[in-house]
């Protein structure tokens, strides 16, 4: 099992950013690809980026391509979401994600956080 923390969302304008991160219990074949997904309320679970633990090959979402970077700290198990030029369509609860294929697709992934929401306002 893997256990995954998400922390770093909150409230801030349009044009602000943020910094989330998520960190897991412990790092094995289970979390070859740590993953961000977001949702807003009332659609589906979106990915947004993608970072293989091992190599740090990334990948991201078009919506948010220039404006996030995900990245990681292996010693601490710990994969950040750099979050700038952040839009009120940003808008969203948050979850990071492990799994063992690369994939932007939520139903590739095993494990899963709580979630943490952030909110861009106009």
């Known amino acids: 099992q893997v256990q995954l923390v998400e922390s770093g969302g909150g409230s801030v304008q349009a044009g602000g950013s943020l910094r989330l991160s998520c960190t897991a219990s412990r790092y094995s074949s289970s979390t070859s690809y740590m993953a961000w997904f977001r949702q807003p309320p009332g659609k589906e679970r979106e990915g947004v980026a993608v970072?293989?633990?091992?190599?740090?090959?990334?990948a991201y979402g078009d919506s948010v391509k220039g404006r996030f970077t995900i990245s990681q700290d292996n010693a601490k198990k710990i994969v950040y979401l750099q979050m700038n030029s952040l839009k009120p369509e940003d808008t969203a609860m948050y979850y990071c994600a492990a799994g063992v294929r690369w994939s932007l697709a939520p139903s590739d992934y095993n494990y899963w956080g709580q979630g943490t929401q952030v909110t861009v306002s106009s």
């Open positions: 970072i293989s633990t091992g190599g740090g090959s990334r």
